[in-house]
């Protein structure tokens, strides 16, 4: 059974609003398929989010995040540089909790890059098939630095 059409697993794609959202609707014109259990947000620029929120959505029900980057071709400089230092940095911390690091996928996605979208949705798919859900009681979310302080 594929993951496209197993409900214990969802895929977020996280995509850039310049580059491969716009990506994500030139596969929806060329009538492209790929898995229904993948939910797309559009935002600036990827890097905008923290390790956290990472950790967040697996607790609250993703199994699987595509982070869909403009690459090197990002008009906020440096940007691309820092995301990927901020996803070695998720590694990290998902290794510590238990959790395949393979879960989290950065690729450069531009605004015609229909067949790269598909595939590297569909390869998450795959992976989610092999090994499955997150283990929801494993992710572990830092303390806020308020809650910390109380």
Known sequence: MSAASTPETRILLITTADSSYPGADTVGQMHLGYPTNSSVIR???????????????????FDGIVVMSSGAECPYEGS????????????????????DFRRVKLCAI???????????????????????????????LEEEPAARAG
């Open 43 to 61: 935002v600036p620029d990827p890097v905008m989010l923290p390790e956290r929120f990472y950790l967040y959505c697996f607790k609250k029900g």
């Open 80 to 99: 691309y540089e820092r995301l990927a230092k901020r996803l070695d940095r998720l590694t990290g911390v998902l290794k510590e909790q238990g959790i």
């Open 110 to 140: 531009c605004t015609v890059c229909a067949a790269s979208f598909v595939r590297e949705v569909n390869q998450m798919a795959q992976l989610l098939d092999e090994i499955g859900p997150v283990d929801r009681d494993a992710v572990v």
